[in-house]
């Protein structure tokens, strides 16, 4: 069993930056696909991204791209997303998730395990 705990959301005003954490533990492994989702209210989790284990392979959605970072430290299984210039759009709980195996993946369905959420909130 791996557990996840996020950390670093927050109230922001557009334009500002904040990182979000993702601390792992239990049965964890540095090489284990980790990605970032998101969930607006009345909206379904998105991927947002995700970096693969072993090579270091990143991945992000379309939305992400040039503004957001994923990278990790496995020394510390911890997982960060950079985010700069937010925008009131990036609302949304945050959630980190993990597989169990190296290959990164874009979909909910692909992840074995789920943090509680972090919630970040952008003012315009």
């Known amino acids: 069993q791996v557990q996840l705990v996020e950390s670093g959301g927050g109230l922001v005003q557009a334009g500002a930056s904040l990182r979000l954490s993702c601390a792992a533990s239990?049965?964890?492994?540095?090489?284990?696909?980790m990605g970032w989702f998101r969930q607006a209210p009345g909206k379904e989790r998105e991927f947002v991204a995700a970096?693969?284990?072993?090579?270091?392979?990143?991945t992000y959605a379309d939305s992400a791209k040039g503004r957001f970072t994923i990278s990790r430290d496995n020394t510390k299984n911890t997982v960060y997303l950079q985010m700069n210039s937010l925008k009131p759009e990036d609302t949304a709980v945050y959630y980190c998730?993990?597989?169990?195996?190296?290959?990164?993946?874009?979909?909910?369905?692909?992840?074995?395990?789920w943090g509680q959420g972090t919630q970040v909130t952008v003012s315009s």
């Open positions: 998730a993990a597989r169990n195996t190296i290959a990164l993946r874009t979909t909910v369905a692909g992840y074995d395990y």
């Open positions: 239990g049965r964890t492994g540095g090489t284990s696909a």
């Open positions: 970096i693969g284990g072993i090579g270091m392979s990143t």
